[in-house]
């Protein structure tokens, strides 16, 4: 009898200890750290004369050989500004001038998309996009004109992309003109 009791109480003991005892937990494997992507690095370009200013991408440059403000990307692209239209009473009526005068002086083949409002700290701006096919090369752009409004001045800048890129990295060059800045960025 006193053997019994003592197996009983040595399988009491093992049944405890060993659920007290931590048993490896099977789990999932740690995950691997991503790497961060760090934002591409961007060049505040400003206009000497007008005191404005844009964002680009690291391989943006100005180009020096222009006398008006011009900033060119590898891949065929460019901002530049247009001396703006007299300055008429609303936004609205600036864009819709600023879309016929592309469209009748061959700037633009034909309307894609308009009506794009963009906005910051005292500007707010609208663009529409147009194509147009370069003659000797046949290459498809895109033409983006953006009229803005400053305080009470307007201003029209004309972005000039191929098409293939517009169609795949158009938030990259969305980005850029509302990164406009007016003063001292």
Same mark, same amino acid.
Not at 27 to 49: D, R, W
Not at 69 to 79: D, F, I, K, P
């Given at each position: 009898?006193?053997?019994?009791?003592?197996?009983?109480?040595?399988?009491?003991?093992?049944?405890?200890?060993?659920?007290?005892?931590?048993?490896?937990?099977?789990?999932?494997?740690?995950?691997?750290?991503?790497?961060?992507? &760090?934002?591409?690095?961007?060049?505040?370009?400003?206009?000497?004369?007008?005191?404005?200013?844009?964002?680009?991408?690291?391989?943006?440059?100005?180009?020096?050989?222009?006398? !008006?403000?011009?900033? $060119?990307?590898?891949?065929?692209?460019?901002?530049?500004?247009?001396?703006?239209?007299? !300055?008429?009473?609303?936004?609205?009526?600036?864009?819709?001038?600023?879309?016929?005068?592309?469209? @009748?002086?061959?700037?633009?083949?034909?309307?894609? /998309?308009?009506?794009?409002?963009?906005?910051?700290? &005292?500007?707010?701006?609208?663009?529409?996009?147009?194509?147009?096919?370069?003659?000797?090369?046949?290459?498809?752009?895109?033409?983006?004109?953006?009229?803005?409004?400053? $305080?009470?001045?307007?201003?029209?800048?004309?972005?000039?992309?191929?098409?293939? @890129?517009?169609?795949?990295?158009? !938030?990259?060059?969305?980005?850029?003109?509302? /990164?406009?800045?007016?003063?001292?960025?």
């Amino acid at each position: 009898m006193h053997n019994r009791h003592r197996f009983s109480f040595i399988a009491a003991i093992f049944l405890v200890t060993s659920c007290a005892t931590p048993h490896p937990i099977i789990t999932q494997p740690a995950p691997v750290p991503t790497p961060t992507v &760090q934002p591409p690095k961007a060049n505040i370009i400003k206009s000497p004369k007008l005191g404005y200013s844009f964002k680009f991408p690291d391989n943006w440059r100005p180009d020096a050989k222009e006398k !008006n403000y011009m900033v $060119r990307g590898e891949a065929q692209e460019s901002l530049s500004d247009f001396d703006a239209p007299p !300055n008429n009473s609303s936004l609205d009526l600036n864009v819709s001038a600023n879309q016929a005068i592309a469209l @009748a002086s061959g700037f633009c083949g034909k309307v894609l /998309s308009e009506n794009h409002m963009l906005s910051g700290n &005292q500007w707010s701006g609208n663009y529409f996009v147009c194509s147009k096919s370069n003659g000797k090369t046949k290459q498809q752009t895109a033409e983006i004109f953006y009229t803005v409004k400053h $305080r009470n001045d307007y201003f029209l800048f004309w972005l000039s992309v191929p098409s293939q @890129a517009w169609s795949n990295r158009s !938030n990259t060059y969305v980005s850029i003109l509302q /990164s406009l800045q007016f003063g001292n960025p």
